[in-house]
């Protein structure tokens, strides 16, 4: 079940209502929050239900016994992981590792078909299964790491690791901050459900308005409709960028809205990445989730920056190779994730060797070429091949500036005029007292979100799944 | 906030303008013709030409009121799947049944063969179905409208202006009318794609099979503009002589479109509204002469 689908608003309808009638009864609770979440997952295909439900019980009882046999943690450690990484091997990289060898040994001169006898199962993607079994490893590991005491009731953990706001595209929330908060009973204040609300409108606009209108000039684009060339691109991959923002900050929204008023908080997924001065910047501000997961769980065990120069690239460089590949089982993420990582071995060496900051203010320039390389590395996100990347590489890389597509795209075009205006609005607001005491006023906070709750009924795009579903 | 919300949205419905392409009217129309279980007396197959260019109302008004269905998709090829479709569509063998091929050279193509457009609409899942047959239509006022809509006069709006009738039939035109746009588009549809003698074959032995079964079947090159007929006949490999009389062989009946470069083409391809309802009428008059023969 999709959050911009019709069943969805009866589902959250019947759900709110049932919330409050449990208030002093917190397992029956939990149990409506399980149950329900089972359902807003099993809506899309029931059968991969058992999956999270064998995956967490998985992690639910190694975390219990790395706590009680602490000399054998590691065993039990290990024995989680490879349940974990085994699920997603099968489920999503099975084909990509097929095809690969199919490759080797057709160099080897012994073509095998290994792809068409894989099982059918495994050729089908579980909706959001990398968020998932990321966040059920994130658990055991914390535990083995004696950062957080295992819990003893099933329904919290199940609670943490299905609930459905957060279940198919993230935030990847971490234990150490969501176990805590089902052990109190919280009340939502009118201010937490007001903010809750605003947060759930914000994301429908960014989703529905913003990121699907933006999508008809992408997907025509990368589609072959009419492709021009130089501006053509550029502009192309500026609605994609803004598109796969919203889409994806849309449904954050949407997932910390929807926790509020169930009274539950979820860290912020995004701030505002293409105000990003670096690269570095940037995966601070993108995917926060994510980057820190990569960060604590891969980056940090490998050393991090604390085993010299050349091995601190060759951290990054594999964090971010395989944060590529989490993405998807395809060659452009991979490519997409070691065009990162050549962008932040370039910026750190120039940074370390050029203290040009001191001396002038380069903000302007530095977030210039900031986007350039974003934009740059959205095309090996986007596109499906390598043929696809070079192709729109070549059509960016080639100086033109004939504009005729405009009359053709009047209306993708305005919604990233708007998408601009949108977050515009943040950077206005953070440098005017004025204005932004002017936006929390009664009578403008009231006016803005009816204004966003018509556009959402009435402009928004054509109906698309949020893209992060398909990891 | 609240009621000034619903205040506002209640004036945004109430006030803002039609649509040129309904998407909760366009998402019905394609669940419909897919998934509808109402049988007919006369199914039209074929691609866009089709889906655009023939009205099943004005053909039935020809045919004595009989039943008849425009089951065509954007790039839909002939072949067994579509048939097969097709054959459970209709009425009782008591009853009169005849199929009608709309054969353009791009349907006879392989990669029409693909059918992607009937594919996807068929393997949409159930839920979806449901609520865009039964639910989404009573929210038709909450149909999305885009800014160009509001801002323009509505026959100034670049784009399609499609109007979704029941029975299959998209009432079509487009701003600005370019009857030379799709001949470039066409070229690069042919490329490494020619009309394929083993899907014409499939389509003699569908007619074969289907009249053993009592089931008339018609076929004929619907029209479009002179210059797309002429690169067509020239770059697609379709060779209308050949084809009409291997499907007369086959036991087709073969309708001839006298008057064919007197329609009007919006985009060099497909008719618009008022040419797709003329030759409808005559295509509904020749099956009707046939019929009573």
Same mark, same amino acid.
Not at chain 2, 88 to 98: L, P, Y
């Given at each position: 079940?999709?959050?911009?689908?019709?069943?969805?608003?009866?589902?959250?309808?019947?759900?709110?209502?049932?919330?409050?009638?449990?208030?002093?009864?917190?397992?029956?609770?939990?149990?409506?929050?399980?149950?329900?979440?089972?359902?807003?997952?099993?809506?899309?295909?029931?059968?991969?239900?058992?999956?999270?439900?064998?995956?967490?019980?998985? #992690?639910?009882?190694?975390?219990?016994?790395?706590?009680?046999?602490?000399?054998?943690?590691?065993?039990?450690?290990?024995?989680?992981?490879?349940?974990?990484?085994? &699920?997603?091997?099968?489920?999503?990289?099975?084909?990509?590792?097929? @095809?690969?060898?199919?490759?080797?040994?057709?160099?080897?001169?012994?073509?095998?078909?290994?792809?068409?006898?894989?099982?059918?199962?495994?050729?089908?993607?579980?909706?959001?299964?990398?968020?998932?079994?990321?966040?059920?490893?994130?658990?055991?590991?914390?535990?083995?790491?004696?950062?957080?005491?295992?819990? +003893?009731?099933? /329904?919290?953990?199940?609670?943490?690791?299905?609930?459905?706001?957060?279940?198919?595209?993230?935030?990847?929330?971490?234990?150490?901050?969501?176990?805590?908060?089902?052990?109190?009973?919280?009340?939502?204040?009118?201010?937490?459900?007001?903010?809750?609300?605003? /947060?759930?409108?914000?994301?429908?606009?960014?989703?529905?308005?913003?990121?699907?209108?933006?999508?008809?000039?992408?997907?025509?684009?990368?589609?072959?409709? #009419?492709?021009?060339?130089?501006?053509?691109?550029?502009?192309?991959?500026?609605?994609?960028?803004?598109?796969?923002?919203?889409?994806?900050?849309?449904?954050?929204?949407?997932?910390?809205?929807?926790?509020?008023?169930?009274?539950?908080?979820?860290?912020?997924?995004?701030?505002?990445?293409? &105000?990003?001065?670096?690269?570095?910047?940037?995966?601070?501000?993108?995917? &926060?989730?994510?980057?820190?997961?990569?960060? #604590?769980?891969?980056?940090?065990?490998?050393?991090?920056?604390?085993?010299?120069?050349?091995?601190?690239?060759?951290?990054?460089?594999?964090?971010?190779?395989l944060s590529g590949l989490w993405h998807g089982a395809q060659i452009n993420f991979i490519i997409w994730g070691m065009y990162h990582s050549a962008v932040l071995s370039i910026e750190r060496i120039v940074?370390?060797?050029?203290?040009?900051?001191?001396?002038?203010?380069?903000?302007?320039?530095?977030?210039?070429?900031?986007?350039?390389?974003?934009?740059?590395?959205?095309?090996?996100?986007?596109?499906?091949?390598?043929?696809?990347?070079?192709?729109?590489?070549?059509?960016?890389?080639?100086?033109?500036?004939?504009?005729?597509?405009?009359?053709?795209?009047?209306?993708?075009?305005?919604?990233?005029?708007?998408?601009?205006?949108? @977050?515009?609005?943040?950077?206005?607001?953070?440098?005017?007292?004025?204005?932004?005491?002017?936006?929390?006023?009664?009578?403008?906070?009231?006016?803005?979100?009816?204004?966003?709750?018509?556009?959402?009924?009435?402009?928004?795009?054509? @109906? +698309? @799944?949020?893209?992060?579903?398909?990891? | 906030?609240?009621?000034?919300?619903?205040?506002?949205?209640?004036?945004?419905?109430?006030?803002?303008?039609?649509?040129?392409?309904?998407?909760?009217?366009?998402?019905?129309?394609?669940?419909?013709?897919? =998934?509808?279980?109402? $049988?007919?007396?006369?199914?039209?197959?074929?691609?866009?030409?089709?889906?655009?260019?023939?009205?099943?109302?004005?053909?039935? $008004?020809?045919?004595?009121?009989?039943?008849?269905?425009?089951? %065509?998709?954007?790039?839909?090829?002939?072949? $067994?799947?579509?048939?097969?479709?097709?054959?459970?569509?209709?009425? %009782?063998?008591?009853?009169?049944?005849?199929?009608?091929?709309?054969?353009?050279?791009?349907?006879?193509?392989?990669?029409?063969?693909?059918?992607?457009?009937?594919?996807?609409?068929?393997?949409?899942?159930?839920?979806?179905?449901?609520?865009?047959?039964?639910?989404?239509?009573?929210?038709?006022?909450?149909?999305?409208?885009?800014?160009?809509?509001?801002?323009?006069?509505?026959?100034?709006?670049?784009?399609? =202006?499609?109007?979704?009738?029941?029975?299959?039939?998209?009432?079509s035109y487009k701003v600005p009318s370019n009857p030379n746009y799709a001949l470039k588009v066409y070229v690069n549809d042919f490329k490494d794609n020619l009309v394929n003698r083993e899907i014409l074959?499939?389509?003699?032995?569908?007619?074969?099979?289907?009249?053993?079964? *009592?089931?008339?079947?018609?076929?004929?090159?619907?029209?479009?503009?002179?210059?797309?007929?002429?690169?067509?006949?020239?770059?697609?490999?379709?060779?209308?002589?050949?084809?009409?009389?291997?499907?007369?062989?086959?036991?087709?009946?073969?309708?001839?479109?006298?008057?064919?470069?007197?329609?009007?083409?919006?985009? *060099?391809?497909?008719?618009?509204?008022?040419?797709?309802?003329?030759?409808?009428?005559?295509?509904?008059?020749?099956?009707? $002469?046939?019929?009573?023969?």
């Amino acid at each position: 079940m999709s959050f911009n689908s019709f069943p969805f608003i009866i589902f959250i309808a019947i759900f709110f209502i049932a919330w409050p009638f449990l208030k002093k009864r917190r397992n029956q609770r939990f149990a409506l929050l399980i149950i329900s979440s089972f359902v807003f997952y099993g809506w899309w295909d029931w059968r991969f239900l058992f999956l999270i439900i064998f995956s967490g019980l998985v #992690d639910f009882i190694s975390a219990i016994l790395i706590s009680r046999y602490r000399s054998r943690a590691k065993i039990f450690l290990v024995l989680s992981i490879l349940v974990n990484i085994g &699920i997603l091997g099968v489920f999503k990289y099975s084909s990509l590792i097929a @095809e690969q060898m199919e490759h080797i040994f057709q160099f080897l001169s012994y073509p095998v078909a290994l792809k068409d006898k894989l099982p059918e199962f495994a050729l089908i993607l579980p909706v959001g299964i990398s968020f998932y079994t990321f966040q059920s490893m994130s658990y055991t590991i914390d535990v083995y790491r004696k950062r957080l005491e295992p819990t +003893k009731n099933i /329904l919290h953990f199940f609670s943490y690791l299905a609930m459905f706001p957060q279940l198919v595209a993230g935030p990847i929330v971490r234990a150490k901050d969501f176990l805590k908060q089902l052990k109190v009973n919280r009340k939502v204040s009118a201010i937490e459900f007001w903010n809750g609300v605003k /947060l759930i409108i914000i994301g429908y606009f960014q989703k529905t308005v913003l990121a699907d209108n933006l999508g008809v000039l992408v997907d025509n684009a990368f589609a072959g409709v #009419d492709n021009g060339l130089g501006i053509y691109w550029w502009i192309v991959m500026a609605c994609f960028a803004f598109q796969i923002y919203f889409d994806f900050n849309g449904y954050s929204q949407i997932a910390r809205g929807l926790a509020k008023l169930m009274g539950y908080h979820f860290k912020m997924n995004f701030n505002h990445p293409y &105000i990003a001065i670096s690269l570095k910047d940037f995966w601070t501000r993108w995917h &926060i989730s994510l980057s820190t997961w990569f960060r #604590d769980y891969v980056y940090i065990p490998l050393g991090g920056s604390k085993k010299g120069e050349f091995r601190s690239h060759a951290n990054m460089w594999a964090t971010m190779t395989l944060s590529g590949l989490w993405h998807g089982a395809q060659i452009n993420f991979i490519i997409w994730g070691m065009y990162h990582s050549a962008v932040l071995s370039i910026e750190r060496i120039v940074s370390r060797h050029l203290n040009l900051s001191s001396k002038f203010n380069l903000s302007i320039l530095k977030w210039s070429v900031t986007l350039f390389a974003v934009l740059v590395g959205w095309v090996f996100f986007r596109a499906s091949s390598v043929d696809q990347i070079v192709f729109v590489l070549s059509g960016m890389f080639t100086p033109n500036i004939d504009m005729v597509f405009i009359n053709d795209y009047k209306d993708p075009l305005l919604f990233f005029i708007a998408a601009i205006f949108f @977050e515009g609005l943040f950077l206005v607001s953070k440098n005017s007292r004025f204005f932004s005491r002017l936006s929390k006023t009664t009578v403008v906070e009231a006016l803005t979100y009816a204004i966003l709750v018509c556009a959402i009924l009435f402009l928004r795009g054509p @109906e +698309k @799944e949020f893209i992060y579903f398909q990891f | 906030m609240v009621g000034f919300t619903v205040a506002l949205v209640y004036l945004a419905g109430v006030f803002k303008p039609k649509p040129i392409s309904s998407t909760i009217q366009k998402e019905k129309f394609w669940a419909d013709k897919t =998934h509808s279980s109402s $049988k007919y007396n006369i199914i039209f197959i074929g691609d866009s030409r089709l889906y655009r260019g023939i009205d099943p109302k004005t053909v039935s $008004k020809s045919l004595n009121g009989l039943k008849v269905l425009n089951f %065509g998709y954007s790039s839909g090829g002939h072949n $067994k799947v579509i048939f097969e479709e097709v054959s459970e569509r209709f009425v %009782g063998s008591d009853k009169i049944r005849a199929a009608v091929l709309v054969l353009s050279p791009y349907s006879l193509t392989p990669k029409a063969q693909e059918n992607s457009h009937f594919n996807q609409e068929k393997e949409r899942n159930k839920k979806d179905v449901f609520s865009r047959r039964y639910i989404a239509p009573f929210f038709d006022f909450f149909d999305p409208v885009k800014p160009s809509e509001i801002f323009q006069s509505n026959d100034t709006i670049q784009g399609y =202006h499609e109007v979704f009738k029941p029975n299959g039939w998209v009432e079509s035109y487009k701003v600005p009318s370019n009857p030379n746009y799709a001949l470039k588009v066409y070229v690069n549809d042919f490329k490494d794609n020619l009309v394929n003698r083993e899907i014409l074959d499939v389509v003699y032995n569908q007619v074969r099979e289907w009249r053993e079964q *009592g089931v008339r079947v018609f076929g004929f090159r619907i029209p479009t503009t002179r210059k797309m007929e002429r690169l067509e006949d020239s770059i697609s490999g379709y060779n209308e002589k050949e084809i009409r009389r291997n499907f007369e062989k086959a036991g087709g009946e073969w309708i001839d479109i006298d008057d064919r470069y007197r329609y009007t083409s919006y985009d *060099g391809s497909h008719l618009e509204k008022s040419s797709a309802v003329r030759v409808s009428k005559k295509i509904g008059n020749e099956i009707q $002469k046939q019929l009573n023969k």
